[in-house]
């Protein structure tokens, strides 16, 4: 007998009859003998529905009320899931976050787990019953109810995956598994049999939607293995699995894009120690994230240009921060655009592969692609770009790396 921790994403539980469909996959499942914990996500949309809701009240909605408002459209459809299986004449209960519960930190919108009490669902699974529980939630030490970050029924899957030493934890959702691109982007988007924790992390936080990062982080530290599979065929998915267990055949592993980037360029500052730490220490204080940043000093050395990206959400405020910093920073003028995107190339395989930045660079250069920033690791290169210009970069990459 395997104890299975099965999640089911927004899209695969988007309406009555693809929640009846789920039901009858765990009934598979539970019939082959197998102790079943179930994690469920909203029905695909509701959630950003009860986000437009708040907004109308307020931009600055209560974060606290905020959580206990998102976490609603689990409750709908954790309660509908079980209420399909027991149709089906299996026990099911479900489960919100604060009635087992799962215990996280006071970071709302984005909290981390702490601790999950296992032994209520423990004593129903080992008698045959099939636990569903409602995914993004938890509850915090203030007895407020918490969630963890847009997309976080996956975190909840790995965090139950821990608490409750499964021997699987499953990610169905409405692609065949981790893909080499968006599809929804590049119909020429492949399946990745086996994929490391490093890659999957980067291709989640550049923007690949299909796992959310947070929660690829947890399943790496804890080395929780990950299948990715889809709820609507019986195809073999993708392994999220620790680099040591992978061949790489390719330099690049898969793309990914993220849209609404801006970027910032303050130029003419004072070339001097300290001056970066006056440009971002501000920034920084008010929660912004700066991702890429660019620096170069003119000709005779005395002033640089700080040139960097941020969320185009945040680009007001830095701009209004800056300004009000003027007396400190001391510079010429600021510039800025938006509507940018990056589109990233990723891969274990390029540790040993020269000449990848090249070949990247002249890819996009014969599609007369212009590059505005770039940033590299080990395992990835991204570019700067504008947005309207994403899909021909990503396929035009697709293609170079021998990834159609
Ligand atoms: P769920 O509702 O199951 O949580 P998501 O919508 O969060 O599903 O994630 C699945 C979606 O992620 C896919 O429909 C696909 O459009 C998108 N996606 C982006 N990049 C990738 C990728 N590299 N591989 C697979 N899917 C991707
Ligand atoms: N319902 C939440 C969201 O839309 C969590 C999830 O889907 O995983 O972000
Ligand atoms: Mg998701």
């Known amino acids: 007998m395997k104890r299975l921790v099965l999640k089911f994403g927004g899209t695969s539980v988007g309406t009555v009859e693809k929640i009846k469909k789920v039901a009858n996959i765990i009934k598979k499942r539970h019939s082959e003998g197998n102790e079943i914990i179930v994690v469920v996500s909203a029905m695909s949309g509701a959630t950003n529905e009860l986000v437009k809701k708040s907004n109308l009240i ?135 049999d086996k994929i490391s924790y490093e890659e999957m992390l980067e291709m989640a936080s550049l923007g690949a939607k299909v796992m959310q990062p947070s929660a690829v982080q947890s399943s790496m530290i804890d080395n929780i293995p990950i299948h990715v599979r889809s709820t609507f065929s019986e195809k073999s998915g993708t ?70 990206t941020i969320k185009e959400e945040d680009l007001k405020k830095t701009l209004d921060l800056i300004e009000k910093n003027k007396q400190k920073i001391n510079y010429n003028k600021v510039t800025h655009d938006d509507k940018l995107a990056k589109v990233s190339i990723i891969g274990a395989g390029m540790i040993a592969s020269p000449g990848v930045t090249h070949k990247m660079f002249r890819a996009l250069a014969d599609e007369k692609i212009n590059i505005l920033a770039i940033s590299t690791s080990e395992i990835k290169i991204s570019v700067l770009v504008r947005e309207d210009l994403i899909q021909k970069a990503v396929k035009v990459l697709h293609k170079t790396f021998e990834l159609n």
Not at 106 to 126: A, C, P, V
Not at 258 to 269: F, R, W, Y
Not at 284 to 291: L, S
């Open 58 to 192: 307020s931009k600055n909605f209560d974060e606290k009320e905020l959580d206990s408002l998102l976490s609603s459209g689990e409750q709908v459809s954790s309660s509908l899931l079980s209420g399909a299986i027991l149709d089906l004449g299996i026990k099911a209960r479900s489960w919100l976050g604060w009635q087992i519960p799962i215990l996280t930190n006071d970071n709302h919108n984005s909290s981390q787990i702490i601790k999950i009490k296992t032994d209520e669902i423990l004593g129903f699974i080992s008698n045959g019953g099939v636990a569903v529980i409602a995914g993004f939630q938890g509850i915090s030490m203030e007895n407020r109810i918490t969630t963890l970050g847009r997309g976080g029924s996956d975190l909840s899957a790995v965090a139950i995956a821990k608490f409750f030493q499964t021997d699987s934890c499953e990610i169905y959702t409405d692609v065949e598994g981790v893909l080499t691109t968006d599809p929804a982007i590049n119909d020429k988007a492949k399946k990745i």
């Open 239 to 308: 392994k999220i699995i620790s680099e040591s267990e992978i061949d790489h055949k390719k330099a690049v592993t898969g793309i990914a894009y993220s849209k609404n980037n801006a970027k910032v360029s303050i130029v003419g500052v004072v070339d001097k120690p300290g001056v970066a730490a006056d440009v971002f220490e501000p920034i920084g204080k008010n929660n912004i994230n700066i991702d890429m940043v660019i620096q170069n000093t003119s000709l005779d050395g005395k002033t640089a240009n700080i040139t960097f």
